[in-house]
């Protein structure tokens, strides 16, 4: 029996819908001849929160990198709605409609805040790019140093520029590295609040994250990284019972 002829435009729609944003299938990752990530599988959900737990040195920030290709040599497959990009070029990767926030910010200094928000290319639908004001809206200490360079910004305004700079550019899939690390209180809780903020947009987030108490509340499900692998994943739901293997692995 022909099964493939047998499905309706409904159901090969439903099909195409579930498939994962992210798909990620034995990951090898290299920087130089160090072996840095051994055979990486993780599945995220258009709309999910997903949060990569582990301790410093465990490959998670590596995981980011070699999604956009800035590692040395990958192996195995990473597919962005659908399509496979292993083999494609960093700018290739990011107009699949993914923004990178990394660790290190990366903002223009010598530039203003509202200039570092106009210079971001769009790399998804225009229409999914925020505009300057409803970056302000979400970022009101962006507004008031909009003409502020960024040396003169503070580590959690330098921290929502980088976030708000990725958003202006209409990627739909963010990958954000630390966010939360090193700020004040109130700078975090600011972050907690667009993240539950955006996913109420539909964004799709992938978070590093050092600080449990930051993303357990937030995330759907969490992976937990160990020398370059996977050792445990789960869901909101079973985030209680992990807390023992979670504070073995994690120390938290």
Same mark, same amino acid.
């Given at each position: 029996m022909n099964t493939? %002829? !047998?499905l309706n435009p409904t159901d090969e729609k439903q099909t195409a819908d579930a498939e994962p944003l992210l798909s990620i299938s034995q990951l090898q990752a290299w920087y130089g001849e160090s072996h840095i990530l051994h055979g990486v599988d993780l599945n995220v959900s258009r709309? !999910?929160?997903v949060t990569l737990l582990g301790r410093n040195g465990? $490959?998670?920030t590596t995981t980011l990198r070699a999604i956009m290709g #800035?590692? $040395?040599r990958r192996t195995g497959s990473i597919r962005i709605g659908g399509r496979e990009t292993i083999g494609m070029p960093t700018h290739r990767i990011a107009h699949c409609g993914i923004g990178y926030c990394p660790e290190e910010r990366g903002i223009f200094s010598s530039l203003s805040c509202e200039e570092n928000l106009l210079l971001p290319p769009s790399v998804g639908a225009t229409t999914n790019a925020m505009s300057i004001d409803e970056i302000y809206e979400m970022f009101p200490n962006l507004k008031e140093r909009r003409a502020s360079q960024g040396t003169r910004l503070s580590g959690g305004e330098q921290q929502m520029l980088a976030v708000a700079r990725i958003l202006r550019t209409g990627a739909n899939l963010l990958l954000l590295d630390e966010i939360? !690390? $090193?700020l004040a209180p109130v700078i975090v809780q600011a972050l907690a609040r667009m993240i539950v903020t955006l996913k109420s947009r539909g964004y799709t987030i992938v978070m590093v994250e050092q600080n449990f108490r930051f993303a357990a509340p937030l %995330?759907?499900?969490f992976y937990v990284m160990e020398h370059g692998r996977i050792v445990e994943?789960? $869901?909101a739901s %079973? #985030? !209680?019972s992990k807390m023992p293997i979670l504070h073995d692995l994690l120390g938290v």
């Open positions: 493939v %002829a !047998e709309g !999910e929160v465990a $490959g998670r #800035l590692t $040395g939360s !690390e $090193g %995330a759907d499900r994943h789960f $869901g %079973a #985030l !209680e």
